[in-house]
């Protein structure tokens, strides 16, 4: 099997998986599906970030054990804290993780990676949760922005890729990628306005804030990955690596966007 056949044949059942999850499971499993992504993922983040291996399943543990009883502890002052989790990421994502790239920060230290890896993972699970509760086609709408954009840069950076986007962080990154993700979203965006009736401009100006931030989360899981000398996260998923190369776009793009909605929403 083939290197692109295994990859197409891992996101096909990924994916199958994931929409069956969105269409059809409750809130409280979904609850519970997400809490184990988020415990798989922070149990590779420990040890890119060279936790010893009782420790990082420690650590996973006990933040997939957070994103379970979270809801329920807190119950009347969940949305709150759910609210804040998101805000704490677009902090990061904005102002935070442009400037460890451009730095170059290689953040060691244990305590600063176990940190990091709470504020990349949990706002993420709040986010899912609450674009869960909004309905499969909000969550649906979301999630397609990182797909289309993964998948046009995959094979536009394959076929015409010639200028490197960042090659001391990640040399198979290239401008062309980045250009093929954004055409592939302008036509997403004009299809999605002529389906539910939204403004095509503000829909361009969305997926192509989207599309900056999913980069930006690429390029910081793969600068984690240069500075711990790994290639992969994990080898969980054949053909992808491990579950944080799946989601490194999931975690800038979805507390933005349900940022976003939450702001629409009050702002309604």
């Known amino acids: 099997m083939t290197p692109l056949l295994r990859r197409v044949l891992t996101a096909l059942v990924m ?35 060279d936790f010893p291996p009782l420790s990082a399943r420690v650590y996973a543990a006990l933040l997939a054990l957070a994103a379970l009883v979270l ?20 902090g990061f994502w904005l102002l935070v993780a ?18 990091v890896g709470a504020v990349l993972l949990l706002p993420t699970w709040a986010a899912l949760l609450y674009l869960h509760s909004r309905g499969p086609a909000v969550l649906m709408g979301v999630m397609a922005i990182v797909w289309i954009a993964d998948t046009a840069a995959y094979f536009a950076g394959r076929h015409f890729g010639r200028r490197k986007l960042a090659p001391t962080i990640s040399p198979g990154k290239t401008w062309e990628g980045v250009a093929g993700a954004w055409g592939a979203l302008v036509l997403y965006a004009g299809a999605l306005s002529l389906w539910v009736g939204l403004p095509l401009l503000s829909l361009l100006l969305m997926v192509s804030g989207l599309l900056y931030l999913s980069v930006l989360g ?24 491990g579950v944080l190369d799946r989601i490194d776009a999931l975690l800038s793009t979805v507390p933005i966007a349900a940022g976003m909605l939450m702001w629409l929403e009050r702002a309604a």
């Open 218 to 241: 690429d390029l910081f899981e793969s600068w984690v990955k240069r500075v711990s000398g790994m290639k992969d996260s994990g080898t969980m998923l054949p053909g992808h690596g």
């Open 71 to 90: 809801p329920y502890v807190l119950a009347e002052n969940w949305p709150a804290f759910q609210t804040g989790l998101i805000v704490l990421a677009m």
């Open 15 to 49: 994916l199958g998986v994931f929409v069956s999850a969105v269409l059809w499971a409750p809130g409280w499993l979904w609850a519970i599906l997400m809490a184990g992504v988020a415990g798989l993922a922070a149990y590779e983040w420990a040890r890119l970030s």
């Open 98 to 115: 442009p400037l460890w790239l451009l730095g170059r920060w290689r953040a060691q230290q244990v305590w600063v990676r176990a940190l």
